[in-house]
């Protein structure tokens, strides 16, 4: 048998159990207080990454904003000159439409004169021009050269509506003296049939004289519209209207 030997002064372990225990705390605070700190500076890290994020975030919105504003605004300047040069053009035409007629007084009445029969003598002549009005069913089309002024229901929940429109017109008035009632009907046909004349009337007839000699007084009256184009025949000094 071996004898029983004491273990070498140096590896004897006289640390108690609660000092190793201890230790054994420490270092698992230490360890804690390590991760704990990484942790918080993992933390503060994460969070300055979500502020300069969020404030990024906000930058570009704001940005993408201002500039949805200006562009927003430049539409708005844009519609706001368009509406301007309408408001501008709509005038010159107006302008335009008032001293560029498609026929001239000394062509309205060259053209009376000579459909007038020789027999016939115009002792008035009155011209001047005025704007007409009428209503129409709003299907209906508007001629050319007319305004629609107002659009109106003729009875509250009926879908029919009617429009009144409006044109110029040259207004003639004319005086003479004939021979016979049939010289002025004769007359009267043929500014009818002239494509020039609308409306043409016989105001009155009535016995008068010329010179010690009977003849029929007369008053009539036409109109001669400025919403249409007119053309001068090459063989004759008579204006039509074009179509």
């Known amino acids: 048998m071996r004898p029983l030997t004491?273990?070498?002064h140096d590896q004897v372990d006289f640390l108690p159990d609660w000092y190793r225990q201890a230790q054994h705390r420490r270092a698992s605070l230490r360890r804690q207080i390590v991760l704990l700190s990484i942790m918080a500076v993992s933390m503060a890290l994460l969070a300055i990454t979500i502020h300069r994020s969020n404030h990024k975030l906000?930058?570009?919105?704001?940005e993408g904003r201002l500039q949805q504003i200006d562009l927003a605004q430049g539409r708005v300047n844009e519609m706001a000159r368009?509406?301007?040069?309408k408001r501008v053009l709509a005038s010159e035409v107006r302008i335009y439409r008032r001293l560029a007629r498609p026929i001239n007084y000394s062509e309205i009445t060259g053209t009376l004169d000579m459909l007038r029969p020789d027999q016939i003598s115009l002792?008035?002549?009155?011209v001047h021009t005025e704007t007409i009005e009428m209503v129409q069913s709003a299907d209906a089309p508007v001629p050319a050269g007319a305004t629609v002024r107002k659009k109106s229901s003729r009875k509250p929940g009926k879908k029919a509506k009617t429009?009144?429109?409006?044109?110029?017109?040259v207004v003639i008035e004319a005086e003479g003296h004939a021979p016979s009632n049939i010289d002025?009907?004769?007359?009267?046909?043929?500014?009818?049939?002239s494509g020039l004349f609308r409306s043409v009337k016989m105001a009155n007839s009535r016995e008068g004289d010329v010179d010690n000699i009977v003849t029929r007084q007369f008053r009539i009256s036409m109109e001669v519209p400025l919403n249409v184009v007119y053309?001068?025949?090459?063989r004759e000094e008579v204006v039509h209207a074009d179509g």
């Not at 906000?58 to 704001?62: A, D, G, I, K, V």
């Not at 429009?163 to 017109?169: F, G, K, N, R």
């Not at 002025?184 to 049939?193: D, E, K, P, T, Y």
């Open 6 to 8: 004491a273990p070498p």
């Open 184 to 193: 002025i009907a004769n007359f009267v046909g043929r500014l009818h049939g």
């Open 123 to 126: 002792t008035e002549l009155h």
């Open 231 to 234: 053309k001068k025949s090459s």
């Open 58 to 62: 906000r930058h570009e919105t704001l």
């Open 163 to 169: 429009v009144t429109i409006s044109y110029p017109v």
């Open 82 to 85: 368009l509406q301007k040069e």
